[in-house]
């Protein structure tokens, strides 16, 4: 955690008071080496950090100190902050990088070897760092995958206007992993990415109703009670696979090269596949006595045991607008079928 605490330190105040002390005047490609190892430094320390929030989260919700709808709450918000701060460390670097490349140097010396003092409280701390040697063309990148937005279901023989759900009350979160790969060797304009990510569908039932399994299809039934809450979370494991594809810029030096997509039009087309890990009903009302009650519901509700469906994205540097619809019907057995569709906001921190 010393370690950890010591490199998050440093992120904070390299802004405002960052001094690089070189030995050779004329090396500025020491110092872009030295920026791109600290992008991946960055992304290791969001995660190690979310890591850690969600082990602080699931610590809390043991202890009964919040219930498993605020814990599930609070790891979507650390996740969306650590993704947020990865894209802007990334791009504060970044300008770092261009600004190098563009004029060979940062108003400062550089050399092989760095010394990064950083003054906090009055204490310095002092890092040396020798850059490691670079990879001449790195083919497969990774990164951070997170989105979320509003979620819904498509009715078979009915309009979507007149879904069973409500439209600002169902949301899906999605948090994962992918790994992207250039197609061909001399050209960057298609590349294959792949990974893992957890689903969380969440549908919000309207008019005081609620989801009951019959043994044989799951049913709306009404509650007969005003409900604060009717909401049925369907959770999966699933493994995305696109296509992407969009312009990108490319950085040769002496010794590597690369292709950048930084400001960059990017369009991925594919889909995904994968399995359920749970189904929750969650239901909350005031009860006789006036206290309010909640109930949670565990069980398959005849849901589908797999997932998978179409997706896409189109967007700018790390962010784009994202879609995905499952082909399978959310309920296996039931006479008339509904497929999950989902609409937001993806981030790629890459």
Not at 45 to 51: G, Y
Not at 218 to 243: C, I, Q, W
Not at 256 to 261: G, P
């Amino acid at each position: 955690m010393r370690i950890i605490t010591y490199s998050t330190a440093v992120v904070i105040w390299l802004l405002a008071t960052v001094s690089l002390s070189a030995q050779d005047a004329n090396d500025a490609q020491a110092q872009i080496d030295y920026l791109q190892g600290k992008i991946e430094a960055v992304q290791t320390e969001e995660k190690e950090a979310l890591k850690d929030e969600v082990i602080a989260i699931n610590d809390r919700l043991d202890k009964g100190e919040i219930t498993e709808d605020e814990a599930t709450q609070l790891k979507q918000e650390a996740a969306e902050k650590r993704a947020l701060n990865i894209e802007n460390r990334v791009v504060i670097i970044q300008n770092q990088i261009d600004l190098l490349e563009r004029n060979g140097s940062l108003n400062t010396t550089s050399t092989d070897n760095f010394e990064l003092v950083v003054f906090s409280k009055g204490k310095v701390l002092d890092f040396d760092y020798t850059p490691k040697e670079r990879k001449y063309d790195r083919r497969t990148t990774s990164d951070l995958v997170l989105a979320f937005g509003l979620n819904n279901a498509i009715t078979e023989g009915e309009s979507f206007g007149d879904t069973d759900f409500k439209i600002a009350g169902s949301r899906f979160f999605e948090l994962g992993w992918a790994w992207k790969t250039r197609v061909f060797k001399n050209s960057n304009w298609l590349r294959f990415k792949y990974g893992f990510s957890f689903q969380f569908n969440g549908l919000k039932l309207t008019d005081d109703r609620f989801f009951e399994d019959t043994g044989t299809e799951t049913v709306v039934r009404e509650f007969g009670a005003n409900l604060d809450k009717s909401k049925l979370r369907n959770d999966y494991l699933v493994f995305p696979m696109h296509f992407e594809f969009g312009p990108s810029r490319k950085i040769e030096k002496e010794d590597y090269f690369r292709y950048s997509t930084r400001n960059k039009l990017k369009i991925g087309l594919g889909g995904y596949a994968g399995f359920r890990l749970r189904t929750v009903q969650k239901l909350r009302f005031d009860g006789p006595d006036g206290n309010e009650v909640e109930q949670k519901q565990t069980g398959n509700f005849n849901t589908n045991n797999f997932a998978y469906g179409l997706s896409g994205y189109i967007g700018w540097t790390g962010m784009a607008l994202y879609v995905k619809y499952d082909l399978n019907p959310i309920f296996k057995d039931n006479p008339v079928e509904q497929r999950n569709i989902s609409v937001g906001l993806r981030f790629d921190v890459d």
